[in-house]
């Protein structure tokens, strides 16, 4: 049997409960289908690039799957009609990842930062009172000769002055 990873997106307005059914509906199918489902992680209500069928925000799940491409062309065919799925992304995979997804590692490390990440060390400082550190003063010219030189008045040709 092949080996796939699966994201979906459902609506922003259903429940954490009523994500939980989906999944647990489509796990139904793949089951059926002969297959078996590895880790499901819930990645939460996210912020969407752009709208999505009316929709600013989506429930994100992950599910490792093992199972032959009926069952899968099924869950998908499935999760196409359903008004509750906004995406779905489906990758076939060499093996399974170990361990928790990027997504979710990237989450516990903002929580073991805080909630501003590493930014609590830095000094406070207003706009415009960087160091500049020990860069010499500039001068107008490219070889360092000090002022610049008057310009010679430009002169238009060809039209009226």
Same mark, same amino acid.
């Given at each position: 049997?092949?080996?796939?990873?699966?994201?979906?997106?459902?609506?922003q307005?259903?429940?954490?409960?009523q994500?939980?059914e989906?999944?647990?509906r489509?796990?139904?199918?793949?089951?059926?289908?002969g297959?078996?489902?590895?880790r499901?992680?819930?990645?939460g209500?996210?912020?969407?690039t752009?709208?999505?069928?009316?929709?600013?925000?989506?429930?994100?799940?992950?599910?490792?799957?093992?199972c032959?491409p009926?069952a899968?062309?099924e869950m998908?065919r499935?999760?196409?009609l359903s008004?509750d799925v906004?995406?779905f992304m489906?990758?076939?995979?060499?093996?399974?990842?170990e361990?928790?997804s990027?997504m979710?590692?990237k989450r516990?490390?903002?929580?073991?930062?805080?909630s501003? $990440? /590493? @930014?609590?060390d #830095?000094p406070?400082?207003?706009f =415009?009172d960087?160091? +500049? $550190? /020990? @860069?010499p003063a #500039?001068?107008f010219d490219?070889? =360092?000769?000090?002022? +610049?030189a008057? @310009?010679a008045? #430009?002169?238009?040709?060809?039209?009226?002055?």
């Amino acid at each position: 049997m092949a080996l796939y990873e699966h994201v979906f997106l459902a609506r922003q307005d259903l429940s954490q409960q009523q994500v939980d059914e989906l999944v647990e509906r489509f796990k139904g199918v793949i089951t059926a289908g002969g297959g078996s489902i590895g880790r499901v992680e819930n990645w939460g209500l996210k912020s969407l690039t752009y709208r999505v069928k009316k929709n600013r925000k989506a429930y994100y799940t992950l599910m490792d799957l093992t199972c032959p491409p009926a069952a899968l062309n099924e869950m998908e065919r499935q999760m196409g009609l359903s008004e509750d799925v906004l995406r779905f992304m489906t990758v076939k995979v060499d093996k399974h990842e170990e361990g928790v997804s990027a997504m979710m590692q990237k989450r516990e490390e903002r929580s073991e930062r805080g909630s501003f $990440g /590493d @930014r609590g060390d #830095r000094p406070s400082r207003g706009f =415009g009172d960087r160091d +500049r $550190g /020990d @860069r010499p003063a #500039r001068s107008f010219d490219r070889d =360092g000769g000090g002022e +610049r030189a008057p @310009r010679a008045p #430009r002169s238009f040709e060809g039209g009226a002055e």
